[in-house]
């Protein structure tokens, strides 16, 4: 296997890991009622599925760039944070709004 298949698979499983351990980490449901926890984290599932290729992709694009030497690692690095951070602010905001309509 050469460099950028090992990059690519290790990039594939990064972020099959992080999506579940994101969503661990600061679940958004535990701040509505009980009752209405369980479908809370149903649609926040949905989201993150729905939201899976842009990430992917995203993830994708920015090796890329840092093959090329577009980017260095801390640029990288500092890129990730921000798109992690907007994208999960962009699937609390839906959720809210799917949760509204609940």
Same mark, same amino acid.
């Given at each position: 296997?050469?460099?950028?298949?090992?990059?690519?698979?290790?990039?594939?499983?990064? $972020?099959?890991?992080?999506? #579940?351990?994101?969503?661990?980490? +600061?679940? #958004?449901? +535990?701040?509505? #009622? #009980?009752?209405?926890? $369980?479908?809370?984290?149903?649609?926040?599932?949905?989201?993150?599925?729905? +939201?899976?290729?842009?990430?992917?992709?995203?993830? !994708?694009?920015?090796?890329?760039?840092? +093959?090329?030497? =577009?980017?260095?690692? %801390? %640029?990288? !690095?500092?890129?990730?944070?921000?798109?992690? =951070?907007?994208?999960?602010? =962009?699937?609390?905001?839906? $959720?809210?709004?799917?949760?509204?309509?609940?």
């Amino acid at each position: 296997m050469n460099q950028s298949s090992w990059k690519l698979a290790t990039l594939i499983i990064s $972020l099959a890991v992080s999506v #579940p351990v994101a969503s661990a980490a +600061d679940p #958004p449901c +535990d701040k509505y #009622p #009980p009752a209405k926890q $369980l479908r809370c984290t149903e649609i926040w599932k949905e989201l993150n599925k729905e +939201d899976g290729p842009v990430i992917a992709q995203f993830g !994708l694009d920015q090796q890329k760039r840092r +093959d090329e030497g =577009k980017i260095n690692a %801390q %640029q990288h !690095l500092a890129e990730n944070m921000i798109f992690i =951070k907007q994208s999960t602010e =962009k699937r609390i905001e839906r $959720l809210k709004e799917r949760m509204a309509k609940e």
